[in-house]
């Protein structure tokens, strides 16, 4: 099984530069192993395991919480019974049908 996860997490409180601490969200992503592809709007992050996604939430929020008062996230998630892999699969079925 394979669900992917679409997270775009910020505090809002911070003014327009905000990669300081979309960092902080993104170092922990790294160290939780999974595979991850960081894009302009958002980073995406497979897993056979839906805790271990909702674990990289909640501990972002966290990080985030320690120096804002708001802290927006979007989170989109797709689960498909199929295996791992699915982060290349997809952009290459596009890519063939373009």
Known sequence: MS????LSM??????????GYVSKVSKIIDDSGLNY???PMATIIE???IDSLLSIVRKGFEVLE??????Y???AIDYR???LGRLEQKVKSLKSKI
């Open 3 to 6: 669900y992917i996860l679409s």
């Open 10 to 19: 910020f505090p809002v409180d911070k003014g327009e530069s905000l990669s």
């Open 37 to 39: 592809v960081i894009t």
């Open 47 to 49: 897993s056979e395991n």
């Open 66 to 71: 320690e120096n804002s008062n708001r802290v």
């Open 73 to 75: 996230a979007n989170i």
């Open 81 to 83: 019974k199929s295996g």
